[in-house]
């Protein structure tokens, strides 16, 4: 059973890059059919998609924070990461990482499961 | 801009049926925004529930049930239970590898 855990600092200065490590246990991030993502929550408020990081290297990224975020791999099979430059206060949230499954010649695809989420509060 | 719609709040009764809703302001949904909804309690993570429009998440109870209905993709929770007092999201895929989540709606059983 896949498990994913968020990991980061917990604050932020304004202006600095926010990154953040997903670690997948029982599982690869390598595996075929299986992709990632980052979703966040501010405060008291809903859910928002930042981006997707797919097995082969193909990433999708909110268009309203895609001039500021980075997603990758790495060389590692257990974790993938997440990098959010210029940070301000409206970034601010709870940080979840998800699997995204995702069918073989098919748009169809979902998350699940979720990790617990992290915290990150944006603060001088 | 793509922006996806729920109802804030919704009320039902131990035992009652419910009938979420997920919307677009411009369009329609159909089975290629590949409907998910999520529940999340207050303080914890979201949980899947549904995807795909009506396949259930491992460990899901048969009491929630997704649909199309009309121009809305829907989450329906028939016999409602306190535990299914929470927030639930829905989101949509757009293509292009986008997805976008509606504001969420807060279910009260009382």
């Known amino acids: 059973q896949v498990r994913l855990q968020e990991s980061g600092p917990g604050l932020v200065k304004p202006s600095e890059t926010l990154s953040l490590t997903c670690t997948v246990s029982?599982?690869?991030?390598?595996?075929?059919?299986?992709?990632w993502a980052w979703v966040r929550q501010p405060p008291g408020k809903g859910l928002e998609w930042i981006g997707s990081l797919y097995r082969n290297g193909f990433t999708s990224y909110n268009p309203s924070l895609e001039s500021r975020v980075t997603m990758s791999t790495g060389m590692s099979k257990n974790h993938f990461s997440m990098q959010l430059n210029s940070v301000t206060a409206a970034d601010t949230a709870i940080y979840y990482c998800a699997r995204l499954v995702r069918l073989p010649a098919s748009d169809d695809n979902w998350f699940d499961p979720w990790g617990q989420g992290t915290l990150v509060t944006v603060s001088s | 801009q793509t922006v996806v719609t729920q109802e804030p709040s919704f009320s039902v009764s131990p035992g009652g049926t419910v009938t979420l809703t997920c919307g677009l302001t411009s369009g329609s949904v159909s089975p290629i925004n590949y409907p998910s909804w999520f529940q999340q309690p207050p303080g914890q993570a979201p949980r899947t529930l549904i995807y795909?429009?009506?396949t259930r998440s491992s460990g899901v109870p048969g009491r929630f049930s997704g649909s199309i209905l009309g121009n809305k993709a829907a989450l329906t929770i028939t016999g409602a239970q306190a535990d299914d007092d929470s927030n639930y999201y829905c989101?949509?895929?757009?293509?292009?590898?986008?997805?976008?989540f509606g504001g969420g709606t807060k279910v009260t059983v009382l």
């Open positions: 029982g599982g690869s991030v390598f595996t075929t059919n299986y992709n």
């Open positions: 989101a949509l895929y757009m293509g292009r590898g986008v997805w976008v």
């Open positions: 795909t429009t009506n």
